[in-house]
């Protein structure tokens, strides 16, 4: 009886092992460390576990056992740069606005190039006067500022080309002419400057020496062609570009200050080597910026009715 008594008594006091969880926090309680589970309690999961909204009931569940799943997690999130509500919105269409003016942009650019390459004679009137009939561009060879052979056609193929016949000593129309066109052209900028040739060719050959002639147009444009050449050479050039020949004279005779008359006007001759409009002495800077930009464009200027 002693002996059952005793057995029952130590079976009582034996330890019991605890499956149950350690107790859950009160709420609104904080937690200062983590939970220690008792023994043959499952792991607790590392620090930064998620943490359930109120149930139904309104007890507070604790995942504390789940891992996290990162894709559902972020399925509902606004993706990573973007704002919700209306600043979201705005942001969603301005990328497509962004892409229709670019469109449209690319569109009118198309079109201003068709436009461009199937252009013929314009009806806008044109600073210069038009010639009634093309002129070939003159088919000779003279002496450039370095002293070596110029063919006319050959170095000029390609471009534009303005020609003009005075002389370096000239006190009115060869500084104006010269100097008007070349501020028309740094005005207008490299994508016109390049496309055109401008050559003066001498008719004062007793005085404009190669050397002459290079120090008088580096004062207006290092890139100006000038030519010289013998007084045959010369007037037969003049008689090819369809301009009176130069003359001494007087000042009244010549219509100038200088003793040299000669031509006044500049001939524009296109890349297909034919003139169809001079400008006269008088042509103003404005003048050359909006003709210039118009026949490197593709407008021919040719004789209208009304004109």
């Known amino acids: 009886m ?6 029952h008594s130590a079976s009582s006091t034996a330890p019991i092992a605890d499956h149950r969880l350690a107790p859950f926090p009160r709420m609104g309680a ?12 499952p792991a607790l999961p590392a620090q930064g576990a998620t943490a359930a ?19 559902r997690a972020s399925e509902g999130a606004a993706p990573q740069g973007t704002v919700d509500g209306p600043a979201g919105g705005a942001s969603g269409r301005r990328p497509r606005l962004q892409i229709t003016l670019i469109a449209l942009g690319a569109l009118a650019v198309v079109v201003i190039g068709l436009l461009a390459a199937t252009r013929g004679p314009s009806e806008e009137p044109w600073a210069g006067r038009i010639l ?50 070349d501020t028309a052209m740094e005005t207008l900028g490299p994508q016109v400057r390049d496309q055109v040739d401008v050559v003066f060719v ?27 050449g013998t007084p045959d ?6 008689e090819a570009a369809k301009v009176p020949p130069a003359e001494e004279g007087s000042a009244e005779s ?21 003139a169809r ?31």
Request: hydrophobic share 35%.
């Open 2 to 7: 002693q002996a059952a008594a005793r057995a």
């Open 30 to 41: 904080q937690r200062t460390g983590p939970a220690v589970p008792g023994p043959g309690a």
């Open 53 to 71: 909204g109120r149930g139904a009931a309104g007890t507070v569940a604790v995942a504390m056992t789940l891992p996290v799943d990162d894709e």
């Open 132 to 181: 009634p009939e093309p002129q070939e561009k003159p088919d000779l060879v003279l002496t450039d500022t370095s002293g070596k052979p110029f063919d006319l056609r050959d170095r000029t193929a390609g471009h534009f080309t303005v020609l003009f016949f005075g002389y370096t000593s000239c006190p009115d129309v060869c500084p104006i002419n010269l100097g008007t066109l």
């Open 202 to 228: 001498s008719v004062d050959p007793a005085t404009d020496t190669p050397a002459v002639i290079r120090e008088y147009l580096d004062r207006f444009d290092t890139r100006f062609i000038g030519l010289t």
């Open 233 to 238: 050479q010369l007037r037969a050039a003049q």
């Open 254 to 274: 010549t219509g100038s200050s200088g003793t040299i008359g000669h031509a006044t006007q500049m001939i524009v001759y296109a890349p297909d080597d034919e």
């Open 277 to 307: 409009i001079v400008y006269p002495f008088g042509t103003r800077q404005s003048d050359w910026t909006r003709d210039l930009p118009r026949l490197l464009g593709g407008d021919v200027p040719v004789e209208t009715p009304e004109g």
